[in-house]
């Protein structure tokens, strides 16, 4: 016979098993689409997220060390008007966050709140030029975007010398998830491991350091 302490805990067991999982930000990627109308010398790199749950705020910070962010002169954060690429084709790849689609036409109604509020890499001012970016942006209101797969939420084109770091927040269902990414070149990847970093840092120090031994 189990005693009622352990008929308890057997209960609260099952109880938290039979509760659905956390919605949640279940995946984050960048992809570099090939557009028309692209500057020589800039790579196109799309933020596309998976997520279950409703779609609430997104927050990014960019912070190049070098290199450009493609923004067009005279341009919003959102999305652009497709209707104007004939005439301006290098508005197809500009930088710019959105809620589902590469411009108006389809994408969602956007809301650009301000700057972020969870990363430590903020001062609290919004910005949004060639140089970095640091923005919150959510579907606007009364826009219900729920479980999506490969949902695009921003397009960032970097010069191809571009280096640097971005941190970006996703928030679906009430749960918040961050990550961070390195600029390459102008391309988004994972940042490498601390110990892959020492590793590689030793390494090109042992190279330097390296002689070559006299022939006899």
Partial sequence: MLSIMARVLLLALATLAAQPAAAAL???KFVNPTILGTREGFVVND???????????QQMIVQLDSGLIHQGIGRGETAPDGRLFIVFPTLASDTFVTM?????????????????????????TKEFNASGIDITWAPATGVVIEDRTDFMVARLTFSDDAHGRIFF???????????????????????PEPTSALLLVLASAACLTRRPTARR
Avoid: H, K, M, W
Avoid at 47 to 57: S, V
Avoid at 180 to 187: S, Y
């Fill in 26 to 28: 279940l995946d984050a």
């Fill in 47 to 57: 933020l596309l997220i998976d997520f279950e749950g409703q779609l609430f705020g």
């Fill in 169 to 191: 927040y996703s928030n679906s269902g009430g749960v918040g998830v961050t990550f961070d990414r390195c600029i390459n070149g102008g391309r988004i990847n994972p940042c």
């Fill in 100 to 124: 589902g689609g590469a411009e108006i036409a389809t994408s969602e109604d956007t809301l650009v709140v301000g700057s972020s509020t969870v990363f430590s890499q903020s001062d609290g």
